[in-house]
C-alpha cells in the first residue's frame, strides 16, 4: 500500500482516514490517480485544498465505512469500489454494521491494489461478465457458504468476527485466516474465469503448472477432506488447501502473489532497509523498487524473503502470529511467475 500525506500540513495519513490526525482536515481518496486528498472542514462545499476541485464523497460516508471520493458533478453516487457492492447485510444489527465495516476496509483495499495492477473491473450490475460482492449472514440461509460462482464473490459476514475467525482457522489447521485473504483468494477465482479460461494458449500453459482443472471439482474436494493433503505438499504448494484442486491451487498461489506484492509495495515507500547483525548477506536487502513496475519476479522475491523474515521477528518479539508464517519454494516461486507474466501481459 502506498503511504498517503496530508495535503495541509504534509502529516502521515491512512488509506482509510477521514481526517487529517494532526490538523484536522478531512481526506478523501482519489482512486484514478491513488492520491488522498484534503479538505477544510470550515468550507461549505468539498473542495480539494491543492487543486480547488470540488468533489463529493461515496454515499457509503454515510456509514463511515467509505472514504473515497468522486467529482462533485458525477452521475454516480458511490465510488467504483462501492459500486460493486450487491448485497450487503441488515445494518440495524449493531454487530452486523461493524462486521460489514471491517469488510469494506480490507475490501478498498483489494480494489486499490487491482486497479493498481490495472485490471478492468466491471459491475456485475452493469456486464454479465462483471464483478459484484454479496456480503450476507449465513444464519439468513444455511446453504450460503464464502466463495466464488459466476462474478459473484461472496463473504459470510462471519469471517469478519476475530472469534469465529480464528476458531474456523484452527478447526481447518490453516496457519493463517484474515478478510483480506480471503478476498484475495476468491477474486482468483473470478479471475481466471476472466484471463486464463478465455485464451486457449494460456489455459495449456495453466495446465501444464497447475494441473488440468476438468478434474471433478466436488470429487476432488470431498478426496480432500477425507484424505487431507499429501505428505510432501510443502514442496510444490503455497498451503494444503492448495492440494485440493487446479482451481484452488491457482487461487491459493493467486492470493500470495497479491500479499508478495503489496508487503513489497508498502516497504518501498516506507524505503525499508533490512540489514540485520551478524546475519549473512542473504537475509539483506534494500527495498527500493516498486513491485508493480518490475518485469523480473525474481527481483521481487528477492526482497520478499528478508523483509518476510524482518517483520515476523518483530511479530515474535510481540508475541503476535507471524504476519506471513509460509516458506515459498522454488515451484511456487514458478507458479507465481506465470501469474506476474500474465499480468504484465495485460498492460
Known amino acids: 500500500m502506498k503511504v498517503f500525506e496530508c495535503n495541509n500540513c504534509n502529516h502521515a495519513v491512512f488509506f ?10 478531512l481526506t478523501g481518496y482519489r482512486d484514478k490517480d491513488r492520491k488522498m486528498l484534503t479538505f477544510n472542514t470550515k468550507s461549505k462545499s468539498l473542495v480539494s485544498d491543492k487543486e480547488r476541485i470540488a468533489y463529493k ?7 463511515n465505512v467509505c472514504n473515497w471520493i468522486i467529482e462533485e458533478n458525477s452521475p454516480e453516487e458511490y465510488c467504483n469500489a462501492c459500486q460493486l457492492n450487491r448485497t450487503i447485510p441488515n445494518l440495524t444489527d449493531v454487530n452486523n454494521f461493524q462486521n460489514w465495516k471491517d469488510l469494506e476496509i480490507a475490501k478498498h483495499r483489494l480494489i486499490y491494489q487491482l486497479q493498481k495492477i490495472g485490471l478492468p473491473l466491471p459491475s456485475k450490475m452493469k456486464s454479465e461478465e462483471g464483478l459484484c460482492f454479496d456480503f450476507v449472514e449465513q444464519e439468513q440461509d444455511p446453504s450460503l457458504m464464502t466463495g466464488h460462482a459466476n462474478g459473484v464473490i461472496t463473504i459470510l459476514l462471519r469471517e469478519a468476527d476475530s472469534v469465529k475467525r480464528e476458531q474456523m482457522r484452527k478447526q481447518f489447521l490453516e496457519s493463517y485466516r484474515t478478510l483480506v485473504g480471503h478476498l ?3 477474486v482468483g477465482h473470478y479471475f481466471w474465469d476472466r484471463l486464463v479460461n478465455t485464451n ?3 489455459l495449456d500453459e495453466f495446465r501444464a503448472i497447475f494441473g488440468d482443472e476438468r ?4 470429487d476432488a474436494l ?17 498451503s494444503k488447501y492448495a492440494t485440493s484442486h487446479a482451481w484452488e491451487d491457482w487461487a491459493e498461489t493467486w492470493a500470495h502473489y497479491l500479499h508478495i506484492m503489496d508487503m513489497v509495495e508498502t516497504a518501498y515507500f516506507f524505503r525499508i532497509n533490512v540489514k540485520p547483525l551478524g546475519i ?5 536487502t534494500k527495498v527500493s523498487l516498486d513491485p508493480y513496475t518490475i518485469k523480473n519476479f525474481d527481483a521481487i522475491i528477492k526482497k520478499c524473503m528478508p523483509l518476510s523474515f524482518a ?8 508475541g503476535i502470529p507471524d504476519v506471513y508464517p509460509f516458506v515459498i519454494t522454488p515451484a511456487v516461486i514458478s507458479k507465481m511467475k506465470f501469474i506476474h507474466s500474465l499480468l504484465l501481459s495485460k498492460r
Open 57 to 63: 464523497y461515496c454515499k457509503n460516508k454515510t456509514y
Open 222 to 238: 470431498q478426496a480432500y477432506y477425507k484424505n487431507g493433503a499429501p505428505k510432501d505438499w510443502q514442496k510444490s504448494y503455497i
Open 311 to 318: 517483520v515476523n521477528s518483530i511479530n515474535r518479539a510481540m
Open 200 to 202: 486457449p494458449q494460456v
Open 16 to 25: 482509510e482516514n477521514y481526517t487529517c490526525d494532526n490538523c484536522g482536515h
Open 215 to 218: 478434474e471433478n471439482y466436488g
Open 184 to 186: 484475495r483468494h476468491e
Open 280 to 284: 549473512k548477506r542473504s537475509t539483506k
